[in-house]
């Protein structure tokens, strides 16, 4: 039996995205559009040589798949979409690599469009007021609790104390502190300062994230992402392909899916030993994304990961082995992860200070990165950018 | 108990039901192997551990520690508003098993990582009754 080789066959060829902002009043549908049309125009591709789409997230936060297909006039040969959740931008990436590499779709976009706290039709309103608030969110009241410890009996129907819960242990268990948790914040702030695009572009310090409230103990109203409307998309064509097109190609090297168990949490790597997960010594060894790249960590110029919160920086540094358990935040100190410093990261501000897209803004900045398109945030000779995550996903780009 | 209870109620299913039936009995149970001996919580159809479906439900000892803790300052969840700040902690049972509950009889200053706690049978509404947990009187 061999295996499909996949390492270079796809490519990006194009990244789109909308504007980002609270409360746009603007439809999904409406936002997807401009990242659609966005990227198609990066590529010097036209809406309709678009045959495939694979979404992230749809109903009830965004546009769903297959009603892109309808109403934006898309003439698909696939199309296919993640839940109601995050996560799953590398997923999505990855099928359309597979996708493109099997011949079964030629120019596959792969996006997100949320309007999350803008226009939602088909929510029923009226039957929300009634209930004078909302009751637990559909991720919490899932059969077998939320995928990110939720538990609303116990009052948590959101993302956030589980996250906290994982970053409590953390600081108990290594004598971290809050305090060095600041410096992610303010390296990403200090990104999104020069990104015209962000919603968040005001420079903190370690005291303002210092003086901000708490939400979920010991986590900061700093520690939290940009929850935003928006929408971005990334075309993935053949390789041979993206070489024809307007903008270089940015190949993808290395892919490595999304793991699930009860030895994986999302917001943790095994062995963390919160929610289920069995607690025992963690080494990060070579993960499979390195060697279908065929390079090791010493190769990325540049680390992009899911900043939902703060904390999950210095896991995914420490699940990738970039540096041992407990030694993240010494890791993340002094501009380290700065666009200029020794590993830059998230350089468009992320999700803590671009806009919560569930990671796909940051998928178009990597590709910016790798084209030199970043002016002064600029990584200098980036060559290889690795998006990895927390929970265990990953992608290696390359031009 | 609260005249009207107006926090979220467990989404019961044929398999967890033996779990808030005997919660409500003040009995704490979870499902185990009889063929491993594994304990597991949530409840499923089959050991998680071994697939074996030789499982059956076992008396736990209600004793476990605090494997993490946070304070909730902002929820959006009906119900809890009027409680912020309030302590959600992850309990490691002695038997293994996680589980997401409250601390009751204590101040959030001395909560701790590791700290010894037991089960304590909240009835909060007719026919619910939680498993909340307090800290372990010392020399027990």
């Not at chain 2, 049972?93 to 909240?122: A, F, H, K, W």
Request: with cysteine; proline share 6%; aromatic share 8%.
């Amino acid at each position: 039996m061999t295996t499909l080789e996949l390492k270079d066959r796809a490519a990006v060829c194009g990244v789109g995205h909308s504007v980002y902002g609270r409360k746009l009043n603007r439809s999904a549908i409406d936002l997807a559009a401009d990242a659609i049309g966005g990227a198609a125009e990066d590529a010097g591709l036209a809406p309709a040589d678009i045959d495939g789409l694979i979404v992230s997230m749809g109903t009830p936060y965004g546009a769903d798949a297959d009603t892109l297909a309808q109403v934006l006039g898309l003439e698909l040969k696939m199309y296919s979409q993640t839940w109601a959740h995050g996560r799953f931008a590398a997923t999505c990436i990855q099928q359309a690599a597979m996708v493109v590499a099997a011949g079964m779709a030629n120019v596959v976009a792969c996006m997100a469009s949320l309007s999350a706290t803008g226009v939602r039709p088909g929510l029923s309103t009226q039957r929300r007021r009634r209930s004078g608030g909302r009751g637990p969110d559909r991720e919490a009241a899932r059969e077998g609790g939320g995928g990110h410890g939720q538990d609303p009996v116990y009052g948590i129907d959101a993302p956030d104390p589980g996250a906290a819960m994982a970053t409590q242990a953390y600081f108990e268990r290594y004598g971290a502190t809050s305090r060095d948790l600041a410096s992610v914040a303010v390296s990403f702030r200090r990104h999104a300062s020069l990104n015209p695009a962000a919603v968040r572009r005001d420079p903190i310090t370690v005291e303002d994230h210092q003086a901000s409230r708490l939400m979920a103990a010991p986590l900061r109203l700093l520690d939290y992402p940009q929850l935003v409307d928006g929408a971005a998309c990334v075309l993935v064509v053949r390789a041979d392909h993206a070489r024809n097109l307007r903008k270089p190609p940015v190949l993808i090297s290395g892919m490595q899916p999304l793991p699930a168990g009860r030895d994986e949490f999302i917001w943790t790597y095994p062995g963390f030993g919160v929610a289920q997960q069995a607690r025992r010594p963690y080494e990060a060894g070579t993960q499979p994304v390195y060697r279908m790249a065929d390079m090791d960590r010493s190769a990325i110029d540049a680390l992009f990961t899911y900043d939902g919160f703060s904390f999950l920086v210095w896991m995914a540094l420490e699940r990738w082995g970039f540096c041992n358990p407990g030694e993240a935040p010494g890791f993340t100190r002094d501009g380290r992860i700065e666009f200029d410093g020794a590993l830059p990261m998230n350089t468009s501000g992320g999700s803590l200070s671009e806009a919560h897209l569930m990671g796909w803004n940051q998928q178009v900045e990597i590709v910016r990165q790798l084209r030199g398109e970043c002016g002064d945030r600029q990584v200098s000779g980036a060559e290889v950018i690795q998006w990895a995550n927390a929970y265990g996903d990953s992608l290696i780009y390359r031009r | 108990m609260e005249a009207e209870y107006e926090k979220p109620l467990p989404g019961v299913t044929n398999l967890n039901r033996p779990y808030w039936e005997g919660l409500a009995r003040h009995e704490f149970r979870l499902p185990h192997c009889h063929g491993c001996g594994h304990v597991w919580y949530p409840p499923a159809p089959w050991c998680p551990r071994c697939h074996s479906r030789d499982t059956g439900w076992a008396a736990l000892s209600g004793r476990g520690r605090v494997n993490s803790w946070t304070v909730v300052h902002v929820t959006g969840l009906r119900g809890f508003r009027g409680d912020v700040p309030y302590n959600v902690a992850e309990v490691t049972l002695d038997e293994g098993p996680r589980l997401i509950t409250n601390l009751v009889d204590i101040e959030p200053g001395s909560i701790r990582v590791g700290l010894p706690v037991e089960i304590v049978y909240d009835d909060v509404a007719e026919e619910l009754t939680l498993a909340r947990f307090r800290p372990l009187a010392a020399g027990q």
